[in-house]
């Protein structure tokens, strides 16, 4: 054997160790950004990102993030994850506009100060 068949040879090996069959998908793969798809494997069923992630992805059941969310603050970090959910509109001033409703306004989103 030469040393050119040799080369070849390991050349070859190292292209096929069990590494290459346990890569993560490409975004072209999948069509999510990766960012996106990572993130959301990790949402908590219930939880007030899941709550933002559903609206963002179409959703119309916002109104349950006023009790899924523990409070003010985490209802603006949902929705600096997921800026979608609330069509582009500013938090503080969803929430200014919405806490006033008598439905929402002793939910914990609504009854702690901004």
């Known amino acids: ?10 050349m070859l090996l190292a292209g096929c160790s069990d590494d290459a069959t346990t890569t993560e998908p490409s975004e072209a793969e999948t069509g999510v950004p990766l960012a996106t798809a990572e ?3 990790a949402v908590a069923p219930g939880s007030c990102e899941q ?3 559903e609206a963002a992805a179409g959703s119309d059941a916002l109104d ?3 009790t899924a969310c523990d409070d003010r603050e985490a209802f603006i970090a949902a929705d ?4 979608d959910a609330l069509g582009g509109e500013d938090a503080e001033a ?3 506009s919405r806490c006033v ?6 939910s914990p989103v609504c009854s702690t100060s901004p």
């Open 64 to 66: 349950t993030a006023f």
């Open 94 to 96: 969803y929430l200014t």
């Open 39 to 41: 993130r959301d494997q």
């Open 51 to 53: 709550v933002f992630a």
């Open 1 to 10: 054997m030469t040393l050119a068949g040799v080369l070849v040879g390991v």
């Open 80 to 83: 600096g994850q997921y800026p």
């Open 101 to 106: 409703e008598t439905e929402l306004a002793g």
